[in-house]
């Protein structure tokens, strides 16, 4: 099976997992859209992050309340006995820049989904010089130089990968890319020197989550001949039903860290993963 993993996909599954943990601060604070928060650490944590492949994950942790700062993982992923109960979630690279004059610079855009979820409150208020804690990053999408077209498929939540991929992919590379936002006003620039076909899916109305607009388009597409590098992130039970459409009626393959629930509408079973 590993004999027909490309060379990055190999590197992406054997690189240790985290490779770093550290703290960062809050430098800049952009709103990029209504629902999108676009925050810039800075730290000198930052400086052995490697950022390898587009879209690479970031697990954040927030201080209890009441502390400045978080505790960090002392042994891999392990918290010690006693450390203080934190909110950790996961986020993705949507740029980093190692050597800048600032210093090295991780920026996260966060999707304000309102008030009932931590880091989306903390994301609209966000302050400079808040210091959050980070572990990973860990490679989630990865480049296949020998595919002949390339599918990303995601929510808001999965926009940030997929802008980063966007970036990277080769100049006239066939790309097909599926977006669900809440409304017209939630679309961003997206610059790449793909040759890309780029659908916005307005959900306008319908809740996140719930929408079946995302896998609708999807099914309604023709695609290009030929293989495809697959990528789809969003809501758990959006990306089960999104999964099995590509792999059972289209015949595309999907490996596993291809098709990722990144969060859980209250409202889907427990037996529906997420990443
Ligand atoms: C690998 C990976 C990468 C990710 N990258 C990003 C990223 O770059 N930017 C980003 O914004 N998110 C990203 N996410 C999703 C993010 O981790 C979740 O949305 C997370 O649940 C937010 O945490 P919270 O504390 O705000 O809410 P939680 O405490 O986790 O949830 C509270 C409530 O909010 C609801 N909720 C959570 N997320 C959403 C949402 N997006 N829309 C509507 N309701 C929601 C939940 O259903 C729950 O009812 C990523 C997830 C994964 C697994």
Not at 7 to 20: D, F, G, I, N, V
Not at 214 to 233: C, D, H, I, N
Request: charged fraction near 25%; hydrophobic fraction near 35%.
């Amino acid at each position: 099976m590993s004999a027909s993993l490309s060379p990055a996909a190999l590197r992406a599954k054997e690189r240790p997992s985290p490779l770093t943990t550290g703290h960062i601060t809050v430098a800049g604070i952009e709103r990029v859209t209504p629902g999108v928060q676009r925050i810039t650490f800075a730290g000198e944590d930052l400086a052995r992050l490697p950022d390898e492949e587009p879209g690479e994950i970031i697990t954040l942790i927030w201080p209890e309340d009441g502390a400045d700062r978080p505790e960090l993982p002392v042994n891999g992923w392990r918290f010690a006995p006693d450390a203080p109960d934190q909110h950790w979630r996961n986020y993705t690279v949507r740029d980093y820049v190692a050597d800048g004059p600032d210093g090295p610079l991780l920026t996260v855009d966060f999707v304000l989904h309102g008030d009932h979820g931590r880091c989306s409150r903390w994301a609209t208020g966000a302050q400079p010089g808040e210091v959050l804690g980070f572990a990973g990053p860990r490679i989630h999408f990865y480049g296949e130089p020998t595919a002949d077209w390339t599918l990303l498929v995601g929510d808001e939540t999965g926009l940030p990968s997929i802008a980063a991929t966007l970036d990277r992919l080769p100049p006239g590379h066939p790309t097909l890319v599926f977006v669900e936002i809440a409304d017209a006003g939630e679309r961003q620039e997206m610059a790449s020197e793909a040759d890309l076909v780029l659908e916005w899916v307005t959900r306008d109305g319908e809740p996140a989550g719930r929408s079946r607009r995302l896998e609708e388009a999807v099914r309604a597409a023709s695609f290009p001949r030929g293989t495809a590098k697959v990528w789809v992130a969003g809501e758990s039970l959006a990306v089960r039903g999104l999964r099995e459409h590509l792999r059972d009626e289209r015949g595309l393959a999907i490996g596993p860290q291809q098709a990722i629930g990144y969060w859980k509408h209250r409202d889907t079973p427990d037996d529906v993963e997420e990443a």
